[in-house]
T-cell receptor, first 112, second 117 residues
Framework: AQKVTQAQTEISVVEKEDVTLDCVYE???????LFWYKQPPSGELVFLIR??????QNEISGRYSWNFQKSTSSFNFTITASQVVDSAVYFC?????????FGTGTSLTVIP | KAGVTQTPRYLIKTRGQQVTLSCSPI?????VSWYQQTPGQGLQFLFE???????NKGNFPGRFSGRQFSNSRSEMNVSTLELGDSALYLC????????????????FGPGTRLLVL
């Protein structure tokens, strides 16, 4: 069975702090894709990154970075020097075979 | 390039009624997927349409149905509404189908927030 677990339901940080959002996934498939989406209060999910199961290279995009580790089935997301605009719900998602499976999301609040 | 649009944005219905939600994908995108988002269950996949055909379906009762038109626009219908159908319904589009092993990034619309009283 496919599953995505985001154990952190809510996180609050003070502006400029670094924060890591955890994502653990389960699948028996060897080919799969992992995603992170951001959902601001407006409701629209905004695509952040896609990573396939054969590419374990970490990625950095500005203040965002992602750490993919197949050995622990994790795909963690770090925001460096957080800003108030980062406040949102963040979803980790797994795509395998037929469809997407989403975690329950982590609500991040950045306090000014 | 315009994003995914969904109408209406907000809807209030009563139990037993039916509702139709609309989704217009990004220009050039041919696949439309629908998701239900609730605080308790999170994001759950409803179904995917590609080339006017349902390609994949999640674990939802038959009261939930959809269709896709030749211009890739999609509608989702829920009949005999129940209180538990209150949710944010999200539509996502991609260039090609996401089922059957094809992998495409999905781009989401702002959602339709449905409240059933």
């Amino acid at each position: 069975a496919q599953k995505v677990t985001q154990a952190q339901t809510e996180i609050s940080v003070v502006e400029k702090e670094d924060v890591t959002l955890d994502c653990v996934y389960e699948t028996r498939d060897t080919t799969y894709y992992l995603f992170w989406y951001k959902q601001p209060p407006s409701g629209e999910l905004v695509f952040l990154i896609r990573r396939n199961s054969f590419d374990e290279q970490n990625e950095i995009s500005g203040r965002y970075s992602w750490n993919f580790q197949k050995s622990t089935s994790s795909f963690n997301f770090t925001i460096t020097a957080s800003q108030v605009v980062d406040s949102a719900v963040y979803f980790c998602a797994l795509y395998t075979g037929n469809q997407f499976y989403f975690g329950t999301g982590t609500s991040l609040t950045v306090i000014p | 390039k315009a994003g995914v649009t969904q109408t209406p944005r907000y809807l209030i219905k009563t139990r037993g009624q039916q509702v139709t939600l609309s989704c217009s994908p990004i220009s050039g995108h041919r696949s439309v997927s629908w998701y239900q988002q609730t605080p308790g269950q999170g994001l759950q996949f409803l179904f995917e349409y590609f080339s006017e055909t349902q390609r994949n379906k999640g674990n939802f009762p038959g009261r939930f149905s959809g269709r896709q038109f030749s211009n890739s626009r999609s509608e989702m219908n829920v009949s005999t509404l129940e209180l538990g159908d209150s949710a944010l319904y999200l539509c996502a589009s991609s260039r090609t189908r996401t089922s059957g092993g094809y992998q495409e990034t999905q781009y989401f619309g702002p959602g339709t927030r449905l409240l059933v009283l």
